[in-house]
């Protein structure tokens, strides 16, 4: 049994602080309670004693001679704070209705909270939540909506207003729910408990996950690789801003804005995140009311070539395969087709399609089995058949549950009282083409097998990398300089060209020597980040003369343009072909930890900021859908004649970074920039690293 099983499956509920008086939040969760047909056991509790709708009325939560599996506090903020301790002796599970915590900066007061809870082995949702709903005893334990059809939707929202707008809408749409929960301030259970309790419940096929915020993003991340693959979830997070991301020093960290990095981490997992709220509904009704597509094949069906062609317009926009084989098109509909009809898909079985000609093409639809998923569409023609329409589209739907069928009905009222129609019955129903069509594409994005491949083990010289990391900490320097940077990267096995450090003309010229020329020479400061800004960077040196004039160059002009900077001498290392310039990182994100970066040089970081991210360590299978996510990513693999890019040693080179962050925790930043990319090797040209400093 899980350990949340209490909270949604009570045997008895205390309420603190219900009331006597309609209209209260007190009076009302009681209410809906008794209302939902709850058979446990309910105890309200308030000083004055006396009755509420039946049920006796506890002076003190101690007063009830039994323990309580779950209590639900709707008592003011300071006074919740009173009497938690009292209520978490007696309870297993408690819910903070109350607000006036964190949210307005009391920050204090939901920590104690907290902590008094904990105490006694007691767990809190909330603080600054609307309840809970389960379909499972079941109980309406909230201050919503009272009445709440049975399902198999479940919704998790930190929003309250929109948890409880979400029953309404969901009464509306005939969207039947196994359980919704208010997070609120998430102050001790998180969403990502919830989803694990909504993963192992019976009862729950789709989940809709209305998030702000996420702090324990890996444990999220895990849960959701581990669900039963009969169960769905849907996400919407609001703030799709960058405003909150910190600008820092590493490329990889300025372009890591919180949206982009989430969006990325979803998608690792294959969870579909929605747009917008519209979305989100649509595509969680879909989902709920149909079955998995078994195969590609989408057939549409319409008696208006406009909007088969609009259909066909946007499932190109969303990748969705139409059908195209006319042999079997032609053999599927010739019995209902009229002579100027077209067996192409869409299939447009013309606008004097009534009842009885939809009701045969799309059964034969269903009937045929290279037709994977239908869209049904039908204008509305402004004549008696919409009755009969209306009568055959539930019928045949009804009828047929073997692959999932989408419909749009387009029209006045007589199209609405259609679509209410089919969806009282179950049955997913659509005013617009487009809605439609993005429904049908969740419905294949929510049942894609997701397999991020498996972590290969490498060999890396851990001790020399701590050593290096070690040495900059006993000196108190949170920068790297870029040979030591080039260092860890050598001894986590990624091909770096030979380098050394020269700290006067003379040791510069011996090392360029025995590097062989042509050489590059950098500035080594950890002062100086953009060294070519300063004039700290000469390329192509070809013999002694240029080495030196190259030395006294690159140290005048870094003393002048910053003249505070410490210079640790210039490093000399071999000058590398030609190549495609790529760059490769990692950063801390606050919500999953260590995140890896890749994206192509020059204007496409830049400029377009074409990269993209994955919470590290990544799999190397995960690695190149990661390639393939840049818009970029045809230059990797030949145009115009050219020869395809080394990807495996990319592939390798990424890996090795995720393991390297994940193994070393004190390495917060790290670019390589650039990493040239040729059609035999990938080699790194330049390096920056950032540690964490201990206190």
């Known amino acids: 049994m899980h350990y949340l099983?209490?909270?949604?499956?009570?045997?008895?509920?205390?309420?603190?602080?219900?009331?006597?008086?309609?209209?209260?939040?007190?009076?009302?969760?009681?209410?809906?309670?008794?209302?939902?047909?709850?058979?446990?056991?309910?105890?309200?509790?308030?000083?004055?004693?006396?009755?509420?709708?039946?049920?006796?009325?506890?002076?003190?939560?101690?007063?009830?001679?039994?323990?309580?599996?779950?209590?639900?506090?709707?008592?003011?903020?300071?006074?919740?704070?009173?009497?938690?301790?009292?209520?978490a002796k007696k309870s297993k599970f408690i819910i903070v209705i109350t607000s006036g915590f964190s949210e307005v900066g009391n920050i204090e007061g939901e920590k104690k909270l907290i902590e008094n809870a904990k105490k006694y082995g007691a767990r809190v949702l909330g603080p600054n939540v609307f309840g809970i709903y389960s379909a499972k005893p079941p109980v309406n334990a909230t201050f919503g909506p009272s009445k709440i059809k049975r399902g198999n939707v479940a919704v998790i929202s930190q929003s309250g207003a929109l948890g409880i707008a979400m029953i309404g809408k969901a009464s509306e749409e005939n969207m039947g729910l196994s359980a919704i929960v208010s997070i609120g301030n998430k102050a001790d259970l998180t969403e990502a408990e919830i989803l694990s309790y909504l993963f192992n419940d019976n009862l729950t096929k789709v989940v809709f996950l209305y998030i702000e915020?996420?702090?324990?993003?890996?444990?999220?991340?895990?849960?959701?690789?581990?669900?039963?693959?009969?169960?769905?979830?849907?996400?919407?997070?609001?703030?799709?801003?960058?405003?909150?991301?910190?600008?820092?020093?590493?490329h990889t960290g300025s372009l890591a804005g919180s949206d982009i990095v989430f969006d990325s981490a979803l998608r690792q997992v294959g969870i579909l995140r929605a747009d917008t709220l519209e979305d989100g509904l649509n595509w969680v009704a879909s989902v709920a009311l149909s079955p998995p597509p078994k195969g590609k094949n989408v057939v549409i069906v319409t008696n208006g070539g406009g909007l088969g062609v609009i259909a066909a317009d946007a499932c190109e926009k969303y990748g969705l395969k139409l059908f195209d084989d006319m042999k079997i098109l032609k053999k599927t509909?010739?019995?209902?087709?009229?002579?100027?009809?077209?067996?192409?898909?869409?299939?447009?079985?013309?606008?004097?399609?009534g009842g009885k000609e939809y009701r045969m093409a799309l059964e034969k639809a269903f009937n045929e089995p290279n037709i994977h998923s239908i869209l049904a569409l039908y204008c509305d023609r402004g004549d008696a058949q919409m009755e009969e329409i209306k009568k055959a589209l539930i019928e045949v739907s009804k009828k047929y549950s073997n692959k999932p069928a989408l419909y749009t009905i387009f029209g006045g009222e007589?199209?609405?009282?259609?679509?209410?129609a089919l969806k009282r019955e179950g049955i997913p129903a659509f005013s617009d083409?487009?809605?439609?069509?993005?429904?049908?594409?969740?419905?294949?994005?929510?049942?894609?097998?997701?397999?991020?491949?498996?972590?290969?083990?490498?060999?890396?010289?851990?001790?020399?990398?701590?050593?290096?990391?070690?040495?900059?900490?006993?000196?108190?320097?949170?920068?790297?300089?870029?040979?030591?940077?080039?260092?860890?990267?050598?001894?986590?096995?990624?091909?770096?060209?030979?380098?050394?450090?020269?700290?006067?003309?003379?040791?510069?010229?011996?090392?360029?020597?025995?590097?062989?020329?042509?050489?590059?020479?950098?500035?080594?400061?950890?002062?100086?980040?953009?060294?070519?800004?300063?004039?700290?960077?000469?390329?192509?040196?070809?013999?002694?003369?240029?080495?030196?004039?190259?030395?006294?160059?690159?140290?005048?002009?870094?003393?002048?343009?910053?003249?505070?900077?410490?210079?640790?001498?210039?490093?000399?290392?071999?000058m590398l072909e030609k190549g495609l310039e790529t760059i490769i990182g990692a950063t801390n994100d606050a919500s999953f930890g260590k995140v890896v970066m890749f994206g192509l040089g020059g204007i496409y970081v830049e400029v377009m900021k074409d990269v993209s991210f994955r919470v590290a360590p990544v799999p190397k299978k995960e690695i190149r859908r990661m390639l393939r996510e840049i818009e970029s990513y045809p230059l990797l693999t030949g145009i115009r004649g050219e020869k395809s890019k080394d990807l495996d040693s990319l592939v390798d080179t990424i890996y090795?970074?995720?393991?390297?962050?994940t193994k070393f925790d004190e390495i917060i930043e790290l670019d390589i920039n650039p990493l040239i990319l040729y059609e035999k090797g990938a080699k790194v040209a330049d390096a920056r690293m950032v540690i964490e400093v201990k206190k």
């Open 414 to 420: 007589g199209a609405s009282s259609i679509i209410q």
């Open 333 to 353: 509909f010739e019995d209902v087709m009229p002579e100027f009809g077209s067996y192409k898909n869409p299939v447009d079985i013309t606008g004097q399609a």
């Open 5 to 87: 099983e209490p909270l949604f499956n009570p045997k008895n509920i205390a309420i603190i602080g219900a009331s006597h008086h309609e209209g209260k939040i007190g009076h009302t969760v009681v209410k809906n309670i008794v209302d939902s047909g709850y058979k446990g056991r309910i105890y309200p509790v308030n000083p004055k004693g006396g009755e509420i709708l039946g049920n006796k009325v506890y002076k003190n939560i101690s007063e009830i001679e039994e323990d309580v599996d779950l209590s639900i506090i709707v008592v003011p903020a300071r006074i919740t704070v009173d009497v938690i301790d009292e209520v």
């Open 213 to 250: 915020g996420l702090e324990n993003g890996r444990e999220f991340l895990e849960i959701v690789r581990n669900k039963p693959s009969n169960k769905s979830i849907i996400v919407l997070k609001a703030g799709r801003s960058k405003a909150g991301a910190k600008a820092v020093a590493s």
């Open 433 to 574: 083409v487009e809605d439609a069509v993005s429904s049908l594409y969740a419905l294949y994005k929510v049942n894609e097998r997701k397999e991020e491949g498996k972590l290969e083990k490498i060999e890396m010289k851990e001790d020399k990398i701590s050593e290096i990391i070690e040495r900059a900490r006993k000196e108190g320097r949170r920068k790297l300089l870029s040979n030591e940077a080039k260092e860890i990267l050598k001894q986590a096995g990624i091909d770096v060209p030979e380098f050394f450090v020269a700290r006067n003309i003379e040791e510069a010229i011996k090392l360029a020597n025995k590097i062989g020329y042509p050489v590059a020479m950098k500035v080594l400061s950890e002062d100086i980040i953009h060294k070519t800004d300063v004039g700290g960077v000469i390329l192509n040196i070809e013999n002694d003369k240029e080495v030196a004039d190259a030395y006294e160059a690159i140290i005048e002009s870094c003393k002048r343009n910053v003249p505070k900077a410490v210079i640790k001498g210039v490093e000399i290392t071999k």
């Open 656 to 661: 090795r970074i995720g393991i390297l962050v």
